[in-house]
């Protein structure tokens, strides 16, 4: 059963960023659009659900001491473990080993939902950075949120392990709607072209359709920030790569939701998730 939104809790978008195979820029994306969402006036929580290889810490130059297993454990209310990021970005962080989170006992499970409960977080995006791959831990996020964002690029390699990962989540999840991005294309034709060929796969075989919502270049200014470890809308606003992530971010922000979501909304998505893989396991 979902938590039901009380008169306290704020109207939170929820959106997962996620890929198939690693090495897409995911992670980068996140940080990005984090930003540039902030840039336009909204508050922005990042959740770092990249369990084994978090790297959001790393573009934000940040060194979080905790992380959510502190308080799955008890040792910590999620309020002490919360960092903020460049221009107050929060950011949750879950780092290495924190494997809990895709077995959660009922002691972890209660906690989890105390600490959102208790914590009046007042943000408007919820940014969830996902591993890559289809494992049980990525479907896990991706279910909980209210949109599903898939990344990939122009090699066949990424497309393949894209599909895949729609596959699984339409299969397995009844996921139907997915919104798609592609990284490092060369042009906006190279861009269109990948969303089409991995677009009329998913049709012909899943009978779902994909929404594009944009690609971004791998210009040198992106290229330079990536070196820096530092988001490119930061270090070179004017960019080509930066204008995309700048309409990207628009899209989401002028798109009016249906569905009213808080955080705890999110986690009682999350716990849900968790009981319907463990039924089909």
Same mark, same amino acid.
């Given at each position: 059963?979902?938590?039901?939104?009380?008169?306290?809790?704020?109207?939170?978008?929820?959106?997962?960023?996620?890929?198939?195979?690693?090495?897409?820029?995911?992670?980068?994306?996140?940080?990005?659009?984090?930003?540039?969402?902030?840039?336009?006036? !909204?508050? $922005?929580?990042?959740?770092?659900?990249?369990?084994?290889?978090?790297?959001?810490?790393?573009? !934000?130059?940040?060194?979080?001491?905790?992380?959510?297993?502190?308080?799955?454990?008890?040792?910590?209310?999620?309020?002490?473990?919360?960092?903020?990021?460049?221009?107050?970005?929060?950011?949750?962080?879950?780092?290495? +080993?924190?494997?809990?989170?895709?077995?959660?006992?009922?002691?972890?499970?209660?906690?989890?939902?105390?600490?959102?409960?208790?914590?009046?977080?007042?943000?408007?995006?919820?940014?969830?950075?996902?591993?890559?791959?289809?494992?049980?831990?990525?479907?896990? !996020?991706?279910?909980?949120?209210?949109?599903?964002?898939?990344?990939?690029?122009?090699?066949?390699?990424?497309?393949?392990?894209?599909?895949?990962?729609?596959? $699984?989540?339409?299969?397995?999840?009844?996921?139907?709607?997915?919104?798609?991005? $592609?990284?490092?294309?060369?042009?906006?034709?190279?861009?269109? +072209?990948?969303?089409?060929?991995?677009?009329?796969?998913?049709?012909?075989?899943?009978?779902?359709?994909?929404?594009?919502?944009?690609?971004?270049?791998?210009?040198?200014?992106?290229?330079?920030?990536?070196?820096?470890?530092?988001?490119?809308?930061?270090?070179?606003?004017?960019?080509?790569?930066?204008?995309?992530?700048?309409?990207?971010?628009?899209?989401?922000?002028?798109?009016?939701?249906?569905?009213?979501?808080?955080?705890?909304?999110?986690?009682?998505?999350?716990?849900?998730?968790?009981?319907?893989?463990?039924?089909?396991?």
């Amino acid at each position: 059963m979902l938590i039901e939104e009380s008169s306290k809790e704020r109207s939170v978008k929820t959106i997962a960023i996620t890929s198939g195979k690693g090495g897409v820029g995911k992670t980068n994306i996140t940080a990005n659009l984090a930003m540039e969402i902030r840039k336009k006036g !909204f508050s $922005v929580m990042i959740l770092d659900a990249d369990l084994g290889l978090s790297n959001i810490d790393i573009l !934000f130059q940040i060194a979080p001491k905790y992380n959510l297993q502190h308080v799955l454990n008890g040792q910590m209310d999620l309020q002490d473990i919360i960092v903020e990021g460049p221009m107050g970005i929060k950011i949750l962080p879950a780092s290495s +080993g924190v494997q809990e989170l895709t077995a959660l006992n009922e002691f972890q499970r209660l906690k989890l939902l105390e600490g959102f409960d208790s914590y009046n977080i007042d943000i408007d995006y919820f940014l969830i950075d996902t591993a890559a791959g289809i494992s049980e831990n990525v479907a896990f !996020f991706c279910v909980a949120a209210q949109e599903i964002v898939i990344v990939t690029t122009p090699e066949p390699t990424s497309l393949t392990d894209a599909y895949a990962l729609i596959k $699984v989540l339409f299969t397995r999840y009844q996921e139907k709607e997915f919104k798609v991005l $592609v990284n490092f294309a060369k042009n906006p034709e190279e861009g269109f +072209g990948v969303f089409k060929n991995l677009s009329r796969v998913a049709e012909r075989f899943l009978s779902i359709s994909l929404d594009y919502i944009g690609y971004i270049p791998f210009d040198n200014a992106l290229k330079k920030s990536v070196k820096a470890q530092k988001p490119v809308v930061d270090i070179f606003p004017d960019s080509v790569s930066a204008r995309q992530f700048s309409a990207i971010a628009e899209r989401f922000l002028n798109k009016k939701s249906t569905v009213k979501g808080s955080l705890q909304f999110f986690i009682g998505n999350l716990l849900t998730t968790k009981s319907m893989s463990l039924q089909k396991a």
